[in-house]
């Protein structure tokens, strides 16, 4: 069993926190010329690619 460590831990919770869409507002704002978070992804697509240190 392996045990994450408080690196790896602060990495996933920062990428678990990107994964969102964009904000209704933003999109509103930019009158919809920025439409998609790119930070978003899909856990069967793309795979994090997080070492541990």
Known sequence: MSKKTLIKKMRLGKMRKR???MPVLAIV???RR???NKFQ???RRRKLRIKDE
């Open 29 to 31: 704002r930019t009158h």
């Open 41 to 43: 992804r899909d856990w």
């Open 34 to 36: 920025v439409q998609m």
């Open 19 to 21: 994964n969102r869409r």
